[in-house]
């Protein structure tokens, strides 16, 4: 993994040996992570292919270090790589939550489902200390707002109290992320993440414990996790998965770039491969953003993928009945200082 600047840098610069040390040992990466200021909790968006309008992300960057990420360019906003910087550089929103009351308890607020993990996983290895997630999830639940939660990580467990109670008022769905059952790929693919069966094992005990789990099986990568597409979603659906969905790769911006030196890397073979049938997806091109097609992409081989979908869900008896999170519980925070209402 290299640590190109971001698009915003006006200097480029690139690691090489210069042959003055040449027994030196390299440091071990340190993982850094500072406070951010923040005005505001929620982030809002109007995307029609994305299934929410709020979200709350209390992390910038990912230990995680998926290489695929398509929250990696991100980073150049604050100045820092897309690379290296977004896995050791990380910056925590330590006032979230309460912002989050604050707004949560604005007269003009409306109760809609608040999405966490739609930028960078909320239980990265740093939430173990910071716990702003699962303070976040107490304040939801106390307002009995829905919430919708994506992750890849085995610390969701921490916070199965909270869940539980959640899910007893249909206010939570959370989302497994599935990319493949290899684990030989996953080590490389996704360094620092859970193991395959780690994830599959989240989804068999949130499901012994009442919380609804969608299996996310994203990305799906041509010619190295497509073929798998019809097996995780059997895993899933044995490990009690009652909804599924899935997610072709996608690679704006600066990721167009980490992603092909990694595929060069790892899978030099199959470099040219998952390259032109990614583009084959994206209308000739390695990305499109256009809203509808980003996530599935369009043409032949879309098509394909959607049948496969389809008829391995139906067969599944995936996706039966949707899940519609209750908005209506909604009681607003009451912050210091406020007189409480008597309805």
Partial sequence: MGNPAGRYNRQQSDTFDDGWHPDEAIAPLVTEVTEETSRTAITRNRSPDIPFEQSVNMYRGCEHGCIYCYARPSHAYIGL????????????KTAAPELLERELAARTY?????????????????????????RILEILLDCRHPVAITTKSGLIERDLDLLEA?????????????????????????????APERRLAVIRRLTQAGVPVVALVAPVIPFLTD???????????????????????RLPLE????????????????????????????GGELYRSGF??????SGVFAELMRQRFR?????????????????????????????????
């Avoid at 790589?81 to 925590?92: I, V």
Wanted: some cysteine; hydrophobic content about 40%; aromatic content about 6%.
């Fill in 166 to 194: 959640l899910a007893e008022r249909r206010l939570v769905q959370v989302g497994i992320s599935l990319t493949t059952l290899d684990r030989t790929l996953a080590r490389v693919l996704e360094p620092r993440a859970a």
């Fill in 81 to 92: 790589s897309p690379g290296l910087d977004f896995e050791t550089r990380l910056m925590a």
């Fill in 255 to 282: 990721l167009k770039e980490l992603f092909a030196d990694w595929l060069e890397a790892h899978v030099p073979l199959k470099k040219q491969h998952v390259l032109s049938r990614l583009a084959e997806f994206h």
């Fill in 311 to 343: 008829l391995a869900v139906r067969r599944l008896g995936l996706n039966v009945r949707s899940l519609h999170l209750d908005t209506s519980q909604f009681r607003p925070p009451v912050l210091p200082g406020q007189q409480m209402s008597l309805f």
């Fill in 110 to 134: 409306q109760c809609k489902t608040i999405a966490l993990g739609a930028n960078t996983d909320p239980y990265q290895p740093i939430e173990r200390e910071r716990r702003l997630t699962r």
């Fill in 292 to 297: 509808g097609s980003r996530q599935t992409g």
């Fill in 227 to 249: 073929a798998e597409l019809e097996s995780l979603l059997e895993q899933a659906a044995a490990a009690g998965a009652s909804q599924a969905q899935y997610i072709i790769l």
